[in-house]
């Protein structure tokens, strides 16, 4: 490149527009010295104004790097060397510009969920926390986009697989830095549903990584049919093979999302249907009885709830010549003498039958019990009875939330297979491609 044959070059367009340095410089962000250093010869625009420039006089990248206009009726000659050098440099430094402002974007999303972790953990913010980290990651694809519109804007008006070649560079960059940032803003979704006192980091941990690994499919996934919405809209110029396979990973994606969806469909039904069959309260096991006797006994053991029956062993062992009281005397709140049931707010329960005669009277000291219930015939209660403790409510929804696992590892499977159809064909027609 000419600096003399450029700089007169663009004092002769400016001219001709009829500007002034200071107007011209005006438009270009920069010094009205910088542009009558140009026009002197004494130096260049940067790289990163050369389309600017071109597009502000009418002109191509081309005619402005020769210093001259191109004749319209001229017959195509063949590259020019310095120009081609040129170009060359100005789509090493656009992409160069272009990954480190990328790579400046996804540092300062990291730092904004440290910064957000350290709120949490720290201050026990996480409303706080929340806020602050969205607000960064959202700043941080800001300045992801604007590198983005940059890059596109350094080659605006230029052609060729050079060209394209950074365009594709540009997009790919793009996509895998706004899905990391996508990833972050999910790993910082569990704070939503902290309470006032923060999130910990162990239920960070486990609820935030699963969210930020699904957040990422997630964008993979949309990223496949971007880059079919790209190739329409000619954003995107790859080689023809290149645009082909593509497009056939867009259509086989779909296939195996549509079989994905279907499998879970069908899944999912089965669990509504395994969930409302197989509640906690039936799956918890339960004590019957026979006859009226042996439940009012069962129910009169005193018990501690959630416990057993406390039997000799287990009681503590009195010193020997401890005094024994010749009676107990039980007071309540405001000093009463109560009976021993009563102090130890103990119910008396009874079950009836349809005309008002008791069937069964008992004491309740068995605090474990947490339910009970029988049959009727005739209006009259009759056995068996059946009794459920709080420990077999527990039993009950640990053996829920083993059936629930079950269903969680098949819809992963279902996942994992449809990753595996997915892999295996592209695999097989890039290889057929070749």
């Known amino acids: 490149?000419?600096?003399?044959?450029?700089?007169?070059?663009?004092?002769?367009?400016?001219?001709?527009?009829?500007?002034?340095?200071?107007?011209?410089?005006?438009?270009?962000?920069?010094?009205?010295?910088?542009?009558?250093?140009?026009?002197?010869?004494?130096?260049?625009?940067?790289?990163?104004?050369?389309?600017?420039?071109?597009?502000?006089?009418?002109?191509?990248?081309?005619?402005?790097?020769?210093?001259?206009?191109?004749?319209?009726?001229?017959?195509?000659?063949?590259?020019?060397?310095?120009?081609?050098?040129?170009?060359?440099?100005?789509?090493?430094?656009?992409?160069?510009?272009?990954?480190?402002?990328?790579?400046?974007?996804?540092?300062?999303?990291?730092?904004?969920?440290?910064?957000?972790?350290?709120?949490?953990?720290?201050?026990?913010?996480?409303?706080?926390?929340?806020?602050?980290?969205?607000?960064?990651?959202?700043?941080?694809?800001?300045?992801?986009?604007?590198?983005?519109?940059?890059?596109?804007?350094?080659?605006?008006?230029?052609?060729?697989?050079?060209?394209?070649c950074l365009r594709g560079t540009v997009v790919r960059w793009a996509g895998r830095v706004f899905t990391f940032i996508v990833a972050l803003l999910a790993f910082l979704a569990p704070l939503a549903l902290a309470g006032s006192e923060g999130l910990v980091l162990s239920s960070w941990l486990v609820y935030g990584i699963p969210a930020e690994v699904a957040a990422g499919v997630l964008c993979s996934v949309?990223?496949?049919?971007?880059?079919?919405?790209?190739?329409?809209?000619?954003?995107?110029?790859?080689?023809?093979?290149?645009?082909?396979?593509?497009?056939?990973?867009?259509?086989?994606?779909?296939?195996?999302?549509?079989?994905?969806?279907a499998g879970c469909a069908a899944l999912f039904a089965a669990h509504c249907v395994v969930t409302a069959g197989f509640s906690a309260s039936r799956l918890a096991p339960v004590t019957t009885f026979a006859d009226w006797d042996s439940f009012a006994a069962y129910m009169e053991t005193e018990t501690p709830a959630g416990g057993s029956a406390p039997d000799s062993a287990s009681m503590r062992a009195e010193p020997a010549g401890t005094p024994k009281p010749d009676r107990e005397i039980w007071l309540d709140g405001q000093g009463n003498t109560v009976s021993r049931d009563e102090a130890m707010g103990y119910g008396t329960f009874e079950i009836t039958a349809g005309d008002g005669s008791v069937v069964c009277r008992f004491v309740k000291r068995n605090l474990a019990a947490a339910s009970w219930g029988y049959s009727s015939q005739n209006g009259v209660p009759v056995p068996p009875?059946?009794?459920?403790?709080?420990?077999?409510?527990?039993?009950?929804?640990?053996?829920?939330?083993?059936?629930?696992?079950?269903f969680a590892g098949l819809y992963l499977a279902a996942v994992a297979v449809c990753a595996a159809v997915y892999l295996f064909n592209k695999k097989r027609a890039a290889a057929r491609a070749v």
């Open 1 to 164: 490149m000419e600096q003399k044959a450029m700089g007169a070059f663009i004092a002769a367009l400016r001219k001709a527009n009829g500007m002034t340095q200071k107007e011209l410089a005006e438009r270009l962000n920069v010094s009205d010295k910088s542009v009558s250093r140009w026009e002197r010869g004494d130096g260049a625009p940067d790289l990163a104004l050369i389309p600017v420039l071109a597009e502000v006089f009418g002109v191509t990248c081309d005619e402005l790097l020769r210093g001259e206009r191109r004749p319209p009726d001229a017959a195509p000659a063949g590259p020019d060397p310095k120009a081609e050098k040129q170009r060359q440099r100005l789509i090493d430094s656009t992409l160069t510009r272009f990954r480190n402002q990328s790579i400046s974007a996804a540092s300062f999303a990291v730092a904004g969920v440290c910064f957000a972790v350290g709120i949490d953990l720290g201050a026990l913010e996480a409303a706080i926390a929340l806020c602050v980290g969205a607000v960064i990651l959202l700043l941080a694809a800001l300045v992801e986009a604007l590198a983005v519109s940059n890059a596109f804007l350094a080659v605006a008006g230029e052609e060729g697989a050079q060209t394209a």
């Open 222 to 261: 949309v990223r496949r049919f971007l880059d079919v919405r790209f190739l329409d809209t000619g954003v995107l110029t790859p080689p023809e093979r290149e645009a082909a396979a593509i497009r056939h990973n867009a259509r086989l994606l779909r296939r195996c999302l549509l079989g994905l969806a």
């Open 385 to 406: 009875i059946w009794a459920r403790t709080e420990s077999a409510y527990r039993e009950g929804a640990r053996l829920l939330r083993r059936y629930n696992g079950i």
